[in-house]
T-cell receptor, first 116, second 115 residues
Framework: KNQVEQSPQSLIILEGKNCTLQ??????????LRWYKQDTGRGPVSLTI?????NTKSNGRYTATLDADTKQSSLHITASQLSDSASYIC???????????????FGQGTILTVHP | EAGVTQFPSHSVIEKGQTVTLRCDPI?????LYWYRRVMGKEIKFLLH????????ESGMPNNRFLAERTGGTYSTLKVQPAELEDSGVYFC?????????????FGPGTRLTVL
């Protein structure tokens, strides 16, 4: 079982609508949780990074939340645009001895399709 | 500022052949990472360099994979001999230093197909 589980696997919405993607993780202890956007044929691009002490972070129309107690995170996209069509990946960075190491643990991603 | 670059973008080889992937990190980034995504699975960590030293190679699948970063600049990942299950997209990422946020910047990936 993957240590980072995302839902739904895929989602289709109409342009202008909002949506929320979910992430549950079991990585512990962890240093931070990230949401990445990956366009087809490109590498992942960071949207937000939150430490365990942060419970919300925004980047334009993207807002991520984190509940470290329940080990859940969500990514909310407001007023979707066609360019939002991509895979959205939840990523957890573990920690050891108080130092954040480079090894990231990825979810499988949610494929979002925005239709006109 | 140039981002992380990877070469080639695609590679198609036959089982048993050798392939070498190259990654050029962002200039000044001491940390370099290799990841891999096989079809239908999540991206998985392979290894982490700090300058020319291997910090963590716990994700390397077996000894057919050899990563190097001579001089602490670009890195190569060699697969020899390639097997069918090695097919996937290989990503490289780099970061300036290990901090709480440790933002990693990813390259576009190399799509490897082993026939």
């Amino acid at each position: 079982k993957n240590q980072v589980e995302q839902s739904p696997q895929s989602l289709i919405i109409l342009e202008g609508k909002n949506c929320t993607l979910q992430c549950n993780y079991t990585v512990s202890p962890f240093s931070n949780l990230r949401w990445y956007k990956q366009d087809t044929g490109r590498g992942p691009v960071s949207l937000t990074i939150m430490t365990f002490s942060e419970n919300t972070k925004s980047n334009g129309r993207y807002t991520a939340t984190l509940d470290a107690d329940t080990k859940q995170s969500s990514l909310h996209i407001t007023a979707s645009q066609l360019s939002d069509s991509a895979s959205y990946i939840c990523v957890v960075s573990p920690t050891a001895g108080g130092t954040s190491y480079g090894k990231l643990t990825f979810g499988q991603g949610t494929i979002l399709t925005v239709h006109p | 500022e140039a981002g992380v670059t990877q070469f080639p973008s695609h590679s198609v080889i036959e089982k048993g052949q050798t392939v070498t992937l190259r990654c050029d990190p962002i200039s000044g980034h001491d940390n370099l990472y290799w990841y891999r995504r096989v079809m239908g699975k999540e991206i998985k960590f392979l290894l982490h360099f700090v300058k020319e030293s291997k910090q963590d190679e716990s994700g390397m699948p077996n000894n057919r994979f050899l990563a190097e970063r001579t001089g602490g600049t670009y890195s190569t990942l060699k697969v020899q001999p390639a097997e069918l299950e090695d097919s996937g997209v290989y990503f490289c990422a780099s970061s300036i230093r290990l901090t709480t946020y440790n933002e990693q910047f990813f390259g576009p990936g190399t799509r490897l197909t082993v026939l």
